[in-house]
């Protein structure tokens, strides 16, 4: 059995926020968010959040089933944050311990640690790095077996040489911590209770350290500043973009695409620059994205054509869709196959069927349009009173000529034509012609006025 524990009472003082450091977020996901996840596909049958500073917005953006919270009322160190855990530890459990401010470790590589613990072992995450200065040193003896870690801030100058770290990231046996973690003492620089002290005592114990390490550094790298957290973004997006183009998708620049949930794409997809994908967003078989369009929680049909600077959101859009440049899809909006919105349409709660067009600066809401319709230039269907939302229907083949304006609710018959410059404020039967406008009257003799002196 596995109980997973995630450190996350810190405060962050350095991202200067009013927001809990581990709420930040990469990829559009909180730092934590992001540990949990991996703590599920890892398969922590109990997870535990050590939470402290902000405890109340951590708890109510992580609650869930199968996660439980404790509070460390005051930050005294990571072992007194897992000492804070100890009451809810199975006495049989294997215990993972995770930290909410390092969010891009592998499923993979905490599979690996946690298949070395058993009564007799227990596993350290550690890293080897260029510039160590700040990290816990990794002391080994003669033969290469891991004695002590000792922080940088207690080293001696022979120890700040070691370059090999500690991740913090460790799996131990619950009885081992319940032994272990009650005999720390805070007789150090910091005057904090070290979970790295427990080394020592395993040591003591006969309990070997076993070692494993990440594929990259990035995976036990923690965010502290917003310098930090920008590079771990762009290392984060990096993997993202380098999935997609395994998956056979063209991403004409990999360094600017900004994946911000879950993107799934099919084959021929193509993808331009600066674009953004938030939430879950599925892309057919053969669909162009086109520069800096931002698609949020959105399905885009086969061959459907994405043109540059349109933003749909909560929208679904069948096959060989033809959208932009400058459109908005707003949520609600749904496209069959072969249906263009042109340049500066804003669609919202719109159903429009095959075929139909709204090719330029229309708004379309609260409507159920036809298939084979063509809505002119300037149309807007006018559904708010300032109170209410109302519907207008277009039927199949009829023709909304341009800078109309469909005052709902109204319908508009199959095959019907609407003159353009109308104000439609009543029913249209099928196929039939209506004209809503003031008649137009040519003056002689006017003059322009002129500018008093």
């Not at 855990?85 to 891009?104: E, F, M």
């Not at 520069?291 to 959101?313: F, L, R």
């Not at 009829?398 to 005052?407: C, E, Q, R, T």
Request: aromatic residues 4%; contains cysteine; neutral net charge.
């Amino acid at each position: 059995m596995l109980d997973i524990l995630v450190l996350a009472a810190g405060k962050g003082t350095r991202m200067r926020s009013d927001l809990p450091k581990v709420l930040h977020p990469i990829g559009g996901k909180a730092l934590v968010q992001h540990v949990v996840d991996t703590a599920r596909k890892v398969g922590g049958e109990h997870i535990l959040i050590i939470v402290g500073h902000g405890a109340e917005k951590v708890e109510e953006r992580m609650a869930a089933p199968d996660v439980k919270f404790a509070l460390q009322a005051e930050q005294l160190g990571t072992g007194h944050a897992v000492q804070q855990a100890l009451p809810h530890l199975r006495n049989d459990a294997t215990v993972l311990i995770l930290y909410g401010d390092v969010p891009l470790t592998r499923v993979e590589t905490l599979q690996k640690l946690i298949a070395q613990v058993n009564d007799t072992q227990m596993g350290l995450l550690t890293v080897n790095m260029q510039d160590p200065t700040g990290y816990g040193r990794i002391v080994r003896d003669a033969s290469g077996l891991v004695t002590a870690i000792v922080e940088h801030k207690d080293a001696s100058e022979t120890q700040r040489k070691i370059a090999e770290i500690n991740t913090g990231i460790m799996a131990v046996k619950a009885k081992h911590l319940q032994k272990w973690l009650p005999q720390l003492n805070n007789n150090n620089v910091q005057g904090e209770y070290y979970l790295t002290d427990i080394i020592a005592m395993a040591k003591a114990d006969g309990v070997a350290i076993q070692v494993e390490q990440p594929n990259a550094v990035e995976e036990v790298e923690g965010i502290n500043n917003r310098q930090q957290q920008a590079a771990l973004e762009r290392f984060y997006q990096k993997q993202k973009a380098n999935e997609l183009m395994v998956a056979g998708v063209t991403l004409l620049d990999p360094a600017r695409i900004d994946i911000r949930g879950n993107l799934q794409a099919g084959r021929d997809v193509v993808i331009d620059v600066n674009c953004v994908f938030e939430g879950n967003v599925v892309l057919g078989d053969g669909v162009t994205i086109e520069p800096n369009c931002v698609i949020i929680n959105a399905t885009i049909g086969k061959g459907s054509h994405i043109k540059a600077y349109s933003h749909i959101e909560d929208s679904v859009l069948a096959d060989d869709c033809d959208i932009g440049p400058y459109a908005r899809l707003r949520p609600g909006t749904h496209l069959a196959d072969g249906v263009k919105i042109g340049n500066f349409v804003e669609t919202k709660k719109a159903i429009i069927a095959k075929g139909s067009k709204v090719n330029h600066l229309s708004y379309i809401g609260d409507a159920n349009i036809g298939s084979g319709v063509n809505v002119g230039a300037g149309t807007i269907t006018c559904n708010y009173d300032g109170v209410n939302k109302f519907k207008t229907d277009i039927g199949d083949n009829a023709f909304i000529g341009s800078n109309s304006a469909l005052v709902a609710p109204v319908k508009i018959g199959a095959g019907a034509t609407v003159g353009a410059g109308s104000i439609i404020t009543k029913d249209v039967e099928a196929a039939e012609l209506a004209i809503a406008r003031s008649k137009q009257r040519n003056i002689q003799g006017w003059e322009r006025p002129t500018k008093k002196k």
